[in-house]
C-alpha cells in the first residue's frame, strides 16, 4: 500500500462535514454525526483507501463495520457512530438503500 496519502485520488475532500441539516434529515444527533465522522476521517482511511459512503450500500456498511471496527481497535458506540454518519451521508444525497 502506498505510504500514508489518502488525498491523491480526490474522493476524500467530498465527504461532507455534518450539518444540522443533515442530523435533521438522518434522525440522529448532531453530535453523534460528528463523532462518526471524527472517527471515519481518523481511522477509515489506514489501512485502504477511504470507502466514500456513496460507493458502498448501507447493507454492506452494516456487514462491514463490526469487522472494521474490530480492525480499528474501536469500541462498539463507535460502529455505531460511523455507520449513523455514512448512513446520514448517503440520505443527503438520496440514497436510501
Ligand atoms: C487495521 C486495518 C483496517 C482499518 C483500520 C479499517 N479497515 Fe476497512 N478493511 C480492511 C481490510 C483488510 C478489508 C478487506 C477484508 C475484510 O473484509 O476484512 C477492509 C474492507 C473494508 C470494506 C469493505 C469493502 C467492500 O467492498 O465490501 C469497507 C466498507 C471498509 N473496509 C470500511 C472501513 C471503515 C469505515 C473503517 C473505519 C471504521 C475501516 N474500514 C477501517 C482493513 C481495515
Redesign the pocket.
Known amino acids: 500500500m502506498a505510504d500514508g496519502e489518502n488525498g491523491g485520488t480526490g474522493g476524500i475532500s467530498e465527504v461532507p462535514n455534518p450539518s444540522p441539516a443533515m442530523a435533521k434529515a438522518s434522525g440522529k444527533s448532531l453530535g453523534q454525526l460528528q463523532r462518526g465522522h471524527e472517527?471515519?476521517m481518523l481511522?477509515?482511511?489506514?489501512?485502504?483507501e477511504?470507502?466514500l459512503p456513496e460507493r458502498?450500500d448501507i447493507a454492506?456498511?452494516e456487514?462491514?463495520?463490526p469487522?472494521?471496527?474490530g480492525?480499528?481497535?474501536?469500541p462498539k458506540s463507535?460502529?455505531r457512530a460511523?455507520l449513523d454518519y455514512?448512513v446520514a451521508v448517503k440520505k443527503q444525497q438520496g440514497q436510501e438503500y
Open positions: 472517527v471515519y481511522k477509515c482511511g489506514e489501512c485502504h477511504y470507502q458502498v454492506d456498511w456487514d462491514a463495520m469487522k472494521m471496527i480492525h480499528a481497535g474501536l463507535d460502529e460511523v455514512v
